[in-house]
């Protein structure tokens, strides 16, 4: 949107009014669309993530070789339960 000649140009019709503030409504539900959408890809990787490097830390205090692999199965059911929510959260913005 441009601001800077806004108040030299006349008044506009309220159809062009209409107009941009759906094209304004359109944006911002893409926006945040997107935001949703670059942010499921973290959401898988970090779980898995987080649970390997826990689980190898607690292995290596504790002299145990299960740790690992139960955090990293955690952190994947974690990691999507979050999507889904985030999906549903998207499915209700629409």
Known sequence: MDYRFK???GRKAPEELQGEKKREADTLLRTRGLAI????P?????GPLAG?????WLDRIFHTGYWTLTLILLGTVAG???VIDMLIKLGKQS
Request: charge should be positive.
């Open 7 to 9: 108040y030299h140009r």
């Open 52 to 56: 390997w490097l826990l689980g190898s």
């Open 42 to 46: 973290m959401s898988l990787l970090s």
């Open 37 to 40: 959408g670059l942010s499921i």
């Open 80 to 82: 999507l339960k979050l």
